[in-house]
């Protein structure tokens, strides 16, 4: 065993701002500040935020929307090949940027992303549970090989030894958090994990030199967040669990004592792992006890699916019932909204100076029960 460093890491609720002097009017935001970022070493974007491939967020309703509002959505592949090709080619039918992630590592896996750049797809997110073993790099670079000009992004990675690695095997874009999502367990079922900004900070500092931009995946539950993860080193940020129970996101609106609900569910979980059926009713059947209840997110494991023994799938997610959010556009606006003020407060123009000028202190648990309204 090696202890790689006795200091505390840090993620977002450990560390504030310090204001600045800014050299414009707060009511100057939007034309003073420029959020366009790169999301590979050639898409660039026109804010730093990407919706997540997980199967309850990004479908082609979703990456639409994303795509409006200057964003990016990562289309995700559980449902099968057949209906991700659908979804890419119904957002592609909008002249929209879009990603689109694939698992399968295998010659089938490599024809399907043939099919998905034929698409137009811009980016193609060859993504896993953690991207540094071998088949993935493995198949990383027989991709590379076959689509030359393909831009191609993974993840999650955590450390700087698997930027070199996969930056060596000709990956144009990282996605970087193993653990940080709210719908994410991997850190409790496995132990494995790094707190989301240190984690950021050095595979960023790591991916300067191969100039591949870093993902900030899971996390975010402000817009300071998103503040934070960029000054730390990172391009853009990709959210999940936020754009959950949206209209954009998959899935019917399920009605329970006048409330409305969507189901969502992480990538990790064995609704995911073991199952392509997205319907809703089955889900409401069998687990209508649970639903009964007053509690804002009801979260839990689904029982309902049967394993055969000695294939029983390891979760490292969650499922629930998310209460009915609307339109992610006004989440997208309060986002951008705060970031530009946050921005604002530090006197930076655009995100390259505020990964510049940022200063950040430590605080401690005390200082974020007086960050919250306590009225």
Not at 111 to 131: A, E, F, P, R, V
Request: charged share 25%; hydrophobic share 35%.
């Amino acid at each position: 065993m090696k202890i790689i460093s006795t200091n505390p890491e840090v993620t977002f609720d450990d560390v504030l701002f310090l204001a600045q002097k800014a050299d414009f009017d707060m009511s100057e935001e939007k034309t003073k500040i420029n959020l366009k970022t790169k999301v590979s070493k050639k898409i660039e974007i026109d804010i730093p935020i990407l919706s997540s491939p997980m199967p309850g967020v990004t479908e082609a309703q979703m990456a639409i929307a994303m795509a409006e509002m200057g964003g990016m959505g990562y289309i995700h592949g559980f449902d099968g090949f057949e209906n991700q090709l659908k979804q890419v080619a119904e957002a592609k039918s909008k002249k929209i940027k879009v990603a689109a992630t694939v698992g399968e590592l295998s010659v089938s896996g490599l024809k399907h992303i043939g099919d998905l750049l034929n698409l137009g797809t811009d980016i193609i997110c060859i993504y896993t549970y953690h991207s540094l073993n071998t088949p993935t790099l493995k198949f990383i670079k027989e991709v590379r090989k076959k689509y030359p000009k393909a831009q191609l992004s993974t993840g999650p990675i955590a450390t700087k030894e698997a930027v070199v690695e996969l930056a060596k095997s000709g990956i144009d874009s990282l996605n970087v958090g193993i653990g940080p999502g709210s719908h994410c367990t991997t850190r409790l079922v496995t132990g494995v994990g790094r707190p989301q900004l240190s984690a950021v900070l050095e595979c960023s500092k790591a991916a300067k030199k191969y100039k591949i931009p870093i993902i900030s995946e899971g996390g975010i539950k402000y817009p300071g967040d998103l503040a934070k993860a960029l000054a730390f080193g990172a391009s853009a940020v990709m959210i999940g669990g936020m754009f959950s129970g949206t209209e954009e996101s998959p899935g019917e609106i399920i009605k329970i004592d006048g409330k409305k609900y969507k189901n969502t569910w992480g990538m990790c979980s064995k609704k995911a792992i073991t199952s392509n059926d997205s319907d809703n009713k089955n889900f409401l059947e069998k687990n209508l006890h649970l639903l009964k209840s007053k509690v804002k997110n009801i979260v839990f494991s689904n029982k309902s699916q049967s394993l055969t023994p000695g294939n029983e799938a390891l979760e490292e997610g969650v499922e629930a019932l998310v209460e009915y959010k609307g339109s992610v556009k006004p989440i997208l606006n309060k986002l951008t909204g705060g970031l530009r003020r946050s921005l604002w407060y530090q006197g930076a123009h655009d995100i390259a100076e505020l990964q510049e000028k940022a200063r950040l202190v430590l605080i401690s648990d005390n200082t974020n029960l007086e960050n919250i309204p306590r009225i």
